[in-house]
């Protein structure tokens, strides 16, 4: 965003929010969608996760302190809700989180939104399989390129233990991809 203080100060503004809002909801529900999907898997699901993601955006906007970027506390927020989503679903299932996500990925052949072949469902299998925290590491940065600073703000993990943990991750999906 080009003045992000500015930008902020007009969805602060009930002259302004509604409009500035809206601007909010263009710009970043695709880049969000993306990444609630990466976690969440199934379309449907995600675009649940997304319009929670919103609503909790707005209803904290006063809260936003600016010490962080608009981006990376919104994406904190669509983060939390994706793991919140993941545990209630796997509660209600009587799954663990990660067996959501497996049901979910195999699952994927079948989602007319999924455009990927075999081998990236080979790759979202392997990435299921990694721990929570390997897992969110690897998509921000294998799928969305995000940097390393900005990630340590979402996830408030330190830039060393993140690039740590994309190691151990890229490890586990080489092995994972090479044994099955």
Not at 35 to 43: F, K, L, Q, T, Y
Not at 49 to 67: A, H, M, S
Not at 108 to 128: I, R, S
């Amino acid at each position: 965003m080009q003045d992000e203080k500015a930008f902020i100060a007009a969805l602060l503004d009930p002259e302004t929010q509604n409009t500035a809002f809206n601007s909010l909801v263009q710009q970043y529900s695709r880049p969000l969608y993306n990444h609630i999907r990466g976690m969440v898997i199934d379309h449907d699901d995600t675009d649940d996760v997304l319009q929670n993601t919103f609503i909790k955006i707005f209803k904290n906007l006063e809260n936003f302190k600016g010490d962080s970027k608009l981006f990376t506390w919104m994406y904190r927020i669509a983060t939390n809700e994706a793991l919140t989503f993941l545990s209630q679903k796997a509660r209600k299932n009587n799954l663990q989180p990660g067996e959501v996500q497996e049901k979910a990925i195999n699952n994927l052949q079948a989602d007319e939104y999924f455009e990927g072949d075999a081998l990236q469902l080979k790759l979202q299998k392997a990435v299921t399989s990694l721990p929570e925290k390997q897992q969110l590491v690897f998509r921000m940065k294998y799928f969305e390129d995000m940097k390393y600073e900005d990630m340590s703000e979402i996830l408030g993990t330190s830039v060393g233990a993140l690039k740590a943990s994309y190691h151990h991750a890229v490890k586990k999906i080489e092995d994972y991809i090479n044994n099955n």
